[in-house]
């Protein structure tokens, strides 16, 4: 049976440019159409020319190489002509090869929030599909509040949806613009409107305000729709929009919807789509969610030893699909509730090789298990792991040890009066027989301390060169008998592989001393650095 296409239509730069503290330039949005070509997805929708400076800018030249770049924009204004509406005119005369118009379909909102007859409304709507077409410009209609109008007056509704067929719109798409339809009645209504206009005519576009933006989604292509509006990582105006990072792999991975429908991405795509969930984060500078579904980290990582048990004799014991089709990857964590299979795992990841009846290995789960309980946190902070394993196995080299050091904070009046804050930190370091000490200001303790343990490491300091400190973050723990501080160290190397180290303590300075520390040690296992004692 041939399968049915399915459309994919991004509206990240758009819908996406409502989200609360998000702001796109024009190089963030040529950036994010880098990104959704390589995903492959059918149409960008650019934002709205004619809004603001930096939709202008972007409209100004065609942005796309393959999708169809689109414009956004609202339909013509009463009481005038479509060709006397500069709003519709920029949107028309913009360098995109597809508009889309957004007209209100509900009855109650065109009365109150547009002032006008819902008649005059559906004119005004169909004059502005009808010129964007007669511009040449694959026309689409976003039938704003669809679904609450088709339930407050489901006559206005079909006869909306007909009105912007019989003008000429290529897709007429039906909006849940307030994100409070259920799955079933979105299921029930898309059925509906199909006595009117063909399912291969219609897309959706879905709100998650009640956290079903998928999920109508999906009911409403299940119903007949052909379209999909979404945004990347489910970004969007409140709640966000449909998620195309979690809608495009179950559309094309489970069998319910990739025995009858085909989008246009290939399986090489998919596999990319991880990559790209995480490099848009990058760009709007958040950091990515763990759990979300396909491309978290956490989406294929278990911490159960029963489950990693379980895995070890068979990979895909807990996992719906297999992690490299969307290009992610199977972890199996140490943590308090890991087994001795979950540390075979992780020391196999690291190319340590260890019996399972290796008395060590029971030493190495008690000592996580009773660090854990004192706050570490080890399924988050590998490269600590490593060095604990090898320090509890025996195999870690004796590089170097700190004898001590100093942090401090000066805050007074310099000559001139001003009031400035100086921090300093001295460190003693022991490579074999020498002691070198080392003395570092910084921007803040933490900062002076990690320059001071970086500037002289003796033989080893040619390996750390390319060492940078990427992020660094604490998190105050309520510890049994007071507060404890974990501090969590990203470093990243020349090759750009990053690790993450920690340390736990009451005291700030000590806790980011120890994930400092761990982090040194372990670029310098890393790099296959000789120690003088091994
Ligand atoms: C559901 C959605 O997400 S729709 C997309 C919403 N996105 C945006 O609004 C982002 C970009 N918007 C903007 O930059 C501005 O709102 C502009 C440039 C479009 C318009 O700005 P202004 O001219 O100052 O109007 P303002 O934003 O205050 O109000 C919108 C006007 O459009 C009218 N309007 C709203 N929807 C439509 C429509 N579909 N067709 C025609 N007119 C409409 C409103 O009645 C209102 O007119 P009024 O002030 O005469 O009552
Ligand atoms: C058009 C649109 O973004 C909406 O109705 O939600």
Known sequence: MDRERLYIFDTTLRDGAQTAGIEFSVEDKISIVRLLEDLGVDYIEGGYPGANVVDDAFFSQKRTRRATFTAFGMTKRAGRSAANDPGLQAVIGSAASATCLVAKAWDHQITTALGIGIDENLRNMADSVAASVASGKETMIDCEHFFDGWKSNRDYALRFVKTAIDAGARWVVLCDTNGGTMPSEIAD???????????????????????????????????????????????????????????????????????????????????????????????INRGSARQAPYVGA????????????????????????????????????????????????????????????????????????????????????????????????????????????????????????????MTEAVVKIRVGDDLLMSVAEGNGPVNALDLAMRKDLGRYSEHIEDLELVDFKVRILNGGTGAVTRVLVESRDGTGESWYTMGVSPNLIDASFEALYESLTYKLLKVGAQPLRP
């Not at 199909?194 to 079903?212: E, F, K, S, Y």
């Not at 299940?222 to 979690?246: K, M």
């Open 189 to 283: 209504i898309v059925r509906d409107v199909q006595t009117v206009a063909p399912g291969d005519r219609l897309g959706i576009h879905a709100h998650d305000d009640t956290g079903q933006a998928v999920a109508n989604t999906l009911s409403a292509v299940l119903a007949g729709v052909r379209q999909i509006q979404g945004t990347l990582n489910g970004i969007g105006e409140r709640c966000g929009n449909a998620n195309l990072v979690t809608l495009i792999p179950t559309l094309m991975l489970k069998p319910v919807f990739a025995e009858r429908f085909a989008l246009g991405l290939s399986e090489a795509q998919l596999a990319d789509i991880t990559r790209i969930s995480r490099a848009f984060d990058d760009r």
């Open 298 to 421: 956490s989406a294929f990582a278990t911490k159960a030893g029963i489950h990693a048990s379980a895995i070890a004799k068979d990979v895909s014991s807990y996992e719906h699909v297999p992690p490299e089709t969307v290009g992610n990857e199977r972890n199996i964590m140490v943590s308090q509730q890991a087994g001795k299979s979950n540390l075979l795992t992780a020391l196999s990841r690291h190319g340590i090789a260890i019996e399972k009846d290796d008395s060590r290995l029971d030493k190495l789960l008690r000592t996580v298990k009773e660090r854990e309980s004192r706050g570490y946190s080890y399924d988050g902070a590998d490269a600590s792991f490593v060095v604990l394993a090898r320090k509890v196995l025996g195999t870690l080299p004796d590089f170097f040890t700190v004898e001590s050091y100093r942090a401090s904070v000066e805050r007074r009046h310099n000559a001139r009066g001003e009031l400035i804050t």
